[in-house]
């Protein structure tokens, strides 16, 4: 930090600013959220439906969740 120069100094407390103002929440409780919107959605999805994606070449046999 001794480094910078006083431009980007201010560039780096307006960005702070700025994060301060985003209200954090637990990815305890985002997480599982995210999951259940993402496993309602998989019917809609041709990647992970079967149905829709019969001549999908790539379409794995198991299903598992990243994140």
Same mark, same amino acid.
């Given at each position: 930090m001794d480094e910078l120069d006083e431009t980007? #100094? &201010?560039?780096?407390? @307006?960005? #702070?600013k700025l994060q301060l103002k985003? $209200?954090? @929440? &637990? $990815?305890?409780i985002t997480v599982p959220d995210l999951v259940t919107w993402i @496993? @309602? &959605?998989?019917t809609e999805d041709p990647f992970l439906n079967t149905d829709i994606s019969r001549e999908n070449p790539w379409m794995e046999s198991g299903k598992c969740v990243l994140l």
């Open positions: 980007q #100094l &201010k560039n780096e407390v @307006e960005s #702070l985003f $209200t954090r @929440e &637990k $990815t305890s @496993e @309602e &959605k998989m």
